[in-house]
């Protein structure tokens, strides 16, 4: 039976305050998801991506503390999930360049961001690229970074951001291709589109986005500046007595993500039979403060004290550096970079320092072999095999593997298998010792 787990990923731009539309529509579904089992979630505050659209220190560094609050307030268990920071992550713009060198201009020219710069400047009567940073125009490859970095398998995206998943599978499909000599480095991630995610309107009705100005406070201001936001919803002229369209009304689709099933037919039933709407401005403020009113607390309290944030982070970061440390090694050897450490030192000093694979026939005639890490200690201890070919080309395809993605059985122990033939075991603790110790090997 396959060991293998989901990799979900999912990050969120450092770059604002996060409104009623991010929780409904990225925060809550994804925390909700994080708890499903087989599920290895991970979530990010995509700080690099905020520096594209902000200029402004001070908006970054608050809004990284903004965001870290608000997914922890909303329940988000980091015990269970990798949460970090992306900017804490340095093999994420490692790889961002070496995915750069290996992307055609031609991909980025067609990336739609780009395009609507291009296309508003056209518009304008400027230069095409007029405003058009770097960061902008190879946004794609650092989002790429992002997700290959860990091997997702989905990315739980808005529908316009498809396009740069199917980029970040391109570009993941050229890497392979030019590097991995007939063995995938990196899993394509498919893209998850959640239809029952809600989207919300603003208080003009068009999405809600801090772009249009419209966006109602999920946290800041408290209870006084959600009802000042809800007050300025846009409605019709239908007076109180008069029935109303609840379909489409934006009152109601903002009630419906926040109420019960049984709670939106009693709504719909009172505006269809002629309730005021400042009445229903009211029940929507009280709806909303049901379930975010017990989080707000929570959020100012972590606001309080950022130390505690921080901490979190660092965990998260050490978390997230257990796999992209190794991994890095790998793509390093795989594009022909040896380590910096390795560049100076001796041929004699660099072979007494890597990791060794001994093989050995035991007391029974069987062939094996002992991982041996760079210090000296036995990592692990192969099965036996009557062929040492066998063994060998094992040992060399569980090498070529991420080895982090495999789940331990009962008893803590992860098998390393290729098809059904497992080469060895080992412990969870020692996982990420014996993937750098391989790919030293």
Known sequence: MSTAVTRVLTGITTSGTPHLGNYAGAIRPAV??????????????????????CADPAVVARSRMEIAATWLAA????????????????????L??????????????????????????????TEPDDGVTMGLFSYPVLMAADILMFNAHRVPVGRDQIQHLEMARDIAQRFNHLYGRGHDVFVLPEVQIDEAVATLPGLDGRKMSKSYHNTIPLFEGGQKALKAAVAQIVTDSRLPGEPKDAEGSHLYTLYRAFSTQAQARTFKAELEAG????????????CIEAQIGPMRSHYADLMAHPDRIEEILQVGAQKARHLAVPFMERLREAVGLRQPAARTASKKVEKSARARLASFRDETGAFRQRLFSADGHELLLSEPFADPKQLNQLS????????????????????????????AYCSVESLSQVQQALAQI
């Open 75 to 94: 329940g988000l268990d980091t015990d269970r999930v990798t949460f970090y920071r992306q900017s804490d992550v340095p093999e994420i713009p490692e």
């Open 32 to 53: 909700e998801a994080s708890a499903q089992p087989g599920v290895d979630a991970f979530f990010f505050l995509a700080d690099f991506h905020a520096l594209i659209k």
């Open 396 to 423: 060399r395809a569980v090498a070529r593997m991420d080895l982090t993605m495999l789940k331990p059985d009962e008893q803590g122990r992860v098998s390393l298998a290729v098809d059904g033939q497992r080469w």
């Open 96 to 125: 961002c360049w070496m995915l750069t060198c290996v992307t055609p201009k031609g991909l980025m020219n067609r990336a739609h961001a780009y395009k609507a710069s291009v296309d508003a400047n056209e518009a304008r009567g």
């Open 275 to 286: 309730l005021g709407w400042g009445e229903a401005k009211s029940a929507l403020c009280d």
